[in-house]
């Protein structure tokens, strides 16, 4: 019969010496258990429950050279968008044995650049940093370690590390052509910040390219909804005659839509309303949310796919383009032409 070790968190040695055997006989019935033999198995795996023995991540991280985990570097938790992305990344990686740390960076190139640095010291294989544009201290750092990285959110075959995201362009493009198509000529286009975030930064670019004979006024929010409902209200009071909102995010839209409901506002009859990210809660909002499908969940498992193979496999991955969608819900589909 074994004894406790006091309240001390039992190790390697303390399993090999209450079991008779060498600490290297230990790690084989951890790590390759079909090549130990089944009396020393069933002895040693009965010693370390006794002991209550859990291995030591850090441990074997020093015995294998392998931490197997990555970082992911995102601007906020604060954002229903990453919740789908996440939850992709994460189930795809634990699915190649692989575990993932989140950090936040307030897209702040300094802040991504100091956690990035973090991550790579406590030995991140792999790294996920959201779009193209960053610090040259972060650029000269994934440069000089050749640390697998790439880059979400943005579908840009040309930058110099793998891209795996939708073409922002592109869907600034789709959302007004369905406001044109559904007639609307004076539009307000809340977004989030611009500074530091170049996927916002391109799909107000590629709205002002597109526009035409549509009138187009930016208001600049936070992405919240209450953010998204204080900038409504800005525009219901500006006196202009508006015929959409087009919002960049679906969290601006569903402030932005509770606040068109608070004012009796009729959607779309009175006014058109439409978001981008097609959160699933907006297929569930009343009336339901027309919005571009970013596919953000997809995003994330093949983020991790291609990660994954990287660091396993050594093989630098293509960038990966996911097509952005029109789902035409009850928030523009009364505007429809005959």
Known sequence: MTTRIGKRRANLRDVAKASGVSVATVSRVLNSPSVVSEKTLTRVQRV?????????????????????????LIPTLDNAIFAGFLEGLESQLAASGLSLIVATTNDDPEIEFAKAQELLNIGAEGL???????????????ERTQLPTIAISYFDPQYHLPTVGYDNRASA?????????????????IHGPTLNNDRTRTRVD????????????YFEA?????????????????????????????VLATGALF????????????????????LPSSASTYPRLTSVDLQVREMGIAAASALANWIEHHERPESVKLEARLNIRQTTALRLKD
């Open 48 to 72: 370390i429950e006794e002991l209550r023995f859990t291995p030591s991540a850090a441990a074997r991280a020093i015995n294998s050279g392998r931490s197997r985990f990555v970082g992911a």
């Open 128 to 142: 996920i940093i959201s779009g193209i544009s960053h610090s040259q201290s972060l650029e000269k750092m994934v």
């Open 173 to 189: 493009r789709i959302a007004i052509e369905h406001l044109r198509s559904i007639g609307c000529q004076r539009i307000a286009v």
């Open 206 to 217: 590629e709205l002002h390219r597109n526009a035409g004979s549509i009138a187009l006024e």
């Open 222 to 250: 936070d992405i919240s909804v209450q953010s998204g409902a204080a900038k409504a209200k800005t525009i219901l009071a500006s006196g202009t005659r508006w015929d959409a909102i087009l919002c960049l995010s679906d």
């Open 259 to 278: 606040e068109l409901l608070r004012q009796n506002i009729r959607i779309p009859e009175d006014m058109a309303l439409m978001g981008m990210e097609d």
